[in-house]
């Protein structure tokens, strides 16, 4: 199958920030074995400077918990019906989708109906909740991508054709750092990074209380200073009033850095639960990890989630490495304490170094977006 010019056509589909990078990453892959492959479909701005064309922006489905999808339905529907109406017209050689699972699995509904193969790339995570799924991944999708190892053993356990790849934070690591990024020794450093996430709706969840639990800190300690992180994909305004008023001493600023070189100038972080924790492990960065959602989508969640831990790196050590503050825990006065009881303790935070970069050993090596390109490519053989 081939677009009107005959040229081989690839639709991907990414829902979020982190998934849109990561398919930036595996277009410039796959376009290194063949330059001529046309791509679209859904996504954002690493996927449009990839030269991928966009037909709906990744901001405009964003969402964070079970209930706040509401009210983005209209958008949802409306993005699914053209993203439909793609596959019907388009006929692509191959579907790309990363993550997003409620969405991107009827995608590939349509998709298997017009037998398009579809390459699901980072996983849902129903290994945690809603375990049913599996099912209906197995008679959608023609290869799974995974990027954490004990994924690979879920699947393979129902039948599904499924490659551990490695995570793609892997191959962001190295040749980030700059001069003086880590200069300082641990033990001297006074920057606390704050992290609040990627998504406006968590962002004004997360980081009043990320703001407040650094003035606490700083009265306690007036040596620390503060670095709230800017995503790429968050206007800076919005960041700047919501921390205008903060830190008028100067203990409080924004960064916009990218975080793989804040984690180096950073004692210990505060970060919001997702992608970034992991990134913060494999730079051995001591955190303490935050979340909080809506109250029924935090009660919707305690009943269907199936793992001990909501941190990424805490599941894959099988213990509770760093600090988890859920919901109501999620208070200035928790996150003060528990990032004081390291910060003050410094066996225990080169301790917890270790530990950390040791679980983020097993995330496998550098290439996962050359691993998944080869899969893909494989797929359209």
């Known amino acids: 199958m081939k677009t009107r010019s005959g040229q081989t056509c690839v639709m991907i589909v990414a829902g979020e920030a982190s998934g849109d990078q990561h398919g930036a990453k595996l277009v410039a892959e796959m376009r290194r074995s063949d330059p001529t492959i046309f791509f679209c479909g859904i996504g954002g701005k690493a996927l449009a400077s990839a030269g991928v064309r966009i037909l709906v922006d990744t901001a ?22 053209l993203a439909k109406k793609l596959l019907q017209s388009l006929k692509p050689d191959l579907l790309i989708l990363i993550d997003f699972p409620d969405f991107n699995l009827r995608v590939a509904t349509a998709a298997r109906k017009l037998g398009i193969p579809v390459l699901y790339y980072i996983s849902p995570q129903i290994w945690a909740w809603r375990r049913g799924r599996v099912k209906k991944i197995g008679r959608l999708v023609s290869h799974m991508a995974v990027i954490l190892p004990f994924e690979a053993d879920f699947y393979s356990a129902h039948g599904i054709p499924v490659t551990f790849v490695g995570h793609p934070l892997l191959d962001r690591i190295t040749g980030d750092e700059e001069e003086g990024d880590t200069v300082e020794d641990s033990a001297e450093r006074t920057l606390i ?29 007036p040596r620390l200073k503060f670095a709230v992180s800017v995503a790429p994909t968050v ?33 210990l972080v505060v970060a919001a639960s997702g992608t970034v924790t992991l990134q913060a492990a494999i730079a051995g960065t001591p955190m303490v990890i935050i979340y909080k959602v809506s109250p029924i989508s935090y009660w919707l969640g305690r009943a269907l989630i199936r793992v001990d831990h909501i941190g990424l790196i805490n599941l894959i050590a099988g213990r509770r490495l760093v600090p988890e503050l859920i919901q109501d825990q999620a208070t200035a006065e928790s996150v003060s304490d528990q990032a004081f009881d390291l910060l003050v303790d410094d066996e225990r935070l080169a301790q917890l170094k270790q530990d950390l970069l040791t679980a983020g050993r097993v995330l496998g090596e550098a290439g996962a977006s050359r691993r998944v390109a080869q899969i893909a490519l494989g797929l359209m053989s």
């Not at 405009?60 to 019906?81: N, Q």
């Not at 305004?237 to 180096?264: C, N, T, W, Y």
């Open 235 to 267: 206007e800076r305004k919005m960041m700047e009033a919501m921390i205008k008023g903060r830190g008028r001493d100067g203990s409080i600023s924004l960064s916009e850095i990218p975080v793989e070189r804040l984690f180096g100038r950073c004692r």
């Open 193 to 221: 990074g704050l992290l609040p996430g990627s998504r406006e709706v968590e962002i004004k969840r997360l980081l009043p209380v990320m703001l407040d639990a650094a003035e606490r800190m700083h009265k306690q300690d």
């Open 60 to 81: 405009v489905l964003t969402v964070v918990g079970i209930t706040e999808v509401f009210s983005k339905l209209p958008v949802v529907y409306r993005s699914l019906a």
